[in-house]
């Protein structure tokens, strides 16, 4: 399939490249609920920090729920994703479908009202997922962006999307969090290899096509340094689509377990996928969006704030 007039295409050459971004990073106009300056520094570092958002209680409340979904309790086998070489559960998607609580959680205006704001406007859940980092068990995810796979395997136009990590345990430098290099959600890596078929089946549980080389990974962290930002359960990150983020696995004893959504501008619908192949399944990417409604806030003051 030719791309060759696509911007964001990818996989394609014999060398990984690096293009300025033209698109924005914040969509909206500022407003609600975030402060300007957090809206700056989302725009700038390409995340958010968000600290002790949610309440002990409710943290207790999604943990429980998320043990019970990986233990496939009303949950699709497709919707199960294991450790490459074990059958530890390493990821339970759908969530927002297939529990009540979780479909409160992406339209609580906590995690939409930032969704919206910071995406100018109506959104969608593109994909809903737990992922679970056991102690000793869990492995790494490798440094991708995650925008990359979205337009070329999903169809996905342009990077008006982001995602929202719910932090049901505690982050720390011991288990594996999420790190980002701030500011690469400006750039664009088009990597290089061919997609094979059904090339989810293999990269939900280790992604190596669709990845930057080594050589790009080393300029990119030279350029904008490495961030992991930590903190207590009950916490979010929210991060831009194309922010270059990975994570190691987790050799400590402590989990490192979240609930993690995709929200996509009603405004950016996938078309055809950009490998020319059949899209994704629907539980990776939602093909029939519905825009998001809030419901009434439990607690709807956002920390002023912004952490790194």
């Not at 992991?228 to 916490?235: C, D, F, N, T």
């Not at 996509?264 to 990776?284: C, I, W, Y």
Request: hydrophobic share 35%; glycine share 8%; charged share 25%.
């Amino acid at each position: 399939m030719d791309n060759s007039n696509d911007f964001y295409r990818s996989r394609q050459g014999r060398k990984c490249e690096t293009v300025e971004r033209p698109d924005p990073v914040v969509w909206g106009e500022g407003g609600s609920p975030l402060a300007p300056e957090q809206s700056k520094h989302y725009d700038k570092e390409g995340f958010l920090f968000l600290e002790s958002l949610l309440t002990p209680a409710e943290v207790d409340e999604f943990l429980v729920e998320a043990r019970r979904l990986a233990g496939g309790e009303g949950v699709e086998p497709e919707d199960l994703v294991r450790e490459p070489d074990s059958d530890v559960v390493r990821s339970v998607f759908r969530i927002h479908k297939t529990s009540s609580i979780y479909d409160r959680l992406v339209r609580d205006p906590r995690l939409l009202g930032p969704a919206q704001q910071l995406l100018g406007g109506q959104v969608y859940i593109h994909q809903s997922r737990i992922n679970l980092k056991p102690g000793f068990l869990g492995k790494e995810f490798y440094w991708h962006s995650d925008f990359e796979t979205w337009h070329i395997e999903d169809g996905l136009p342009l990077p008006r999307a982001l995602s929202i990590s719910v932090l049901l345990s505690d982050n720390n430098e011991f288990n594996g969090p999420v790190m980002v290099m701030p500011g690469s959600q400006k750039l664009y890596v088009r990597t290089v290899g061919e997609t094979p078929k059904d090339h989810y089946r293999a990269s939900l549980r280790k992604q190596e096509v669709g990845v930057p080389s080594t050589d790009a990974l080393t300029d990119l962290v030279h350029r904008f340094g490495l961030v992991a930002p930590k903190g207590p359960s009950g916490s979010i990150l929210l991060f831009d689509c194309n922010l270059i983020h990975g994570s190691a696995g987790n050799i400590s004893p402590y989990p490192r377990h979240s609930a993690f959504f995709v929200f996509n501008s009603m405004e950016n619908l996938p078309v055809e996928p950009f490998t020319g192949q059949a899209p994704r399944p629907s539980f990776l990417a939602e093909r029939d969006p519905v825009p998001l409604e809030p419901v009434a806030p439990i607690r709807s003051s956002i920390p002023a704030a912004p952490h790194a």
